[in-house]
Antibody
């Protein structure tokens, strides 16, 4: 079964850091572009960023709202994707989803991991 | 980059059709045939329903269809069923600076 499972969420103070992980199974992570998206409580979806696959040099891109603070990385040998979040703000509070991308659509979503930024 | 505009709510009786609009700009929806639609039930992750404006992934009922005209894309759900009650979000590729933008979301109620 094709599956993504996020972990690492929790409560962090403003200005703090957190690292999210995403475990992929049922498919070859190395073949795919992978993205992160988020959803603030009771709000809509927001694209966070993406990493290309090995064939495209693992290049990354980010939404303007997180650029310079968040970093996406991956370890294909461990079938894992990561999101390093630094200088966290209260507005980063959201459910973070790991997402597999096929061309321009997000076809597989994990259940999400909740990040709460509060003092 | 602003979110794509969707109506907050839409409704229909079982068996009827409902159409949801998704309005963007000439830099996103209007520029590319790269609009996707996602269904999200409460407490669940989104599910891909339509990609590239009109393509249905395997397993998605053919009651779901997509279209686009200018800067506005649409999702039509025909033959409404109780399980179609959910939030629906559109998404569009928006070029190599913005990348992806989602819609504001529409809550579909089956009366």
């Amino acid at each position: 079964e094709v599956q993504l499972v996020e972990s690492g969420g929790g409560l962090v103070q403003p200005g703090g850091s957190l690292r999210l992980s995403c475990a992929a199974s049922g498919f070859a992570l190395s073949d795919h572009y992978m993205d992160w998206a988020r959803q603030a409580p009771g709000k809509g979806l927001e694209w966070v960023g993406r990493t290309r696959n090995k064939a495209n040099s693992y290049t990354t891109e980010y939404a303007a709202s997180v650029r310079g603070r968040f970093t996406i990385s991956r370890d294909d040998s461990k079938s894992s994707l990561y999101l390093q979040m630094n200088s966290l703000k209260t507005e980063d509070t959201a459910l973070y989803y790991c997402v597999r991308r096929v061309f321009v659509a997000f076809d597989i979503w994990g259940p999400g991991t909740m990040v709460t930024v509060s003092s | 980059q602003s979110a794509l505009t969707q109506p907050p709510s839409a409704s229909g009786s079982p068996g009827q059709s409902v159409t949801i609009s998704c309005t963007g700009t000439s830099s996103d929806v209007g520029a590319y045939n790269y609009v996707s639609w996602y269904q999200q039930h409460p407490g669940k992750a989104p599910k891909l329903m339509i990609s590239e404006v009109t393509k249905r992934p395997s397993g998605v009922p053919d009651r779901f269809s997509g279209s686009k005209s200018g800067n506005t894309a649409s999702l039509t759900v025909s033959g409404l069923q109780a399980e179609d009650e959910a939030d629906y979000y559109c998404s569009s590729y928006a070029g190599s600076n913005i990348f992806f933008v989602f819609g504001t979301g529409t809550k579909v109620t089956v009366l």
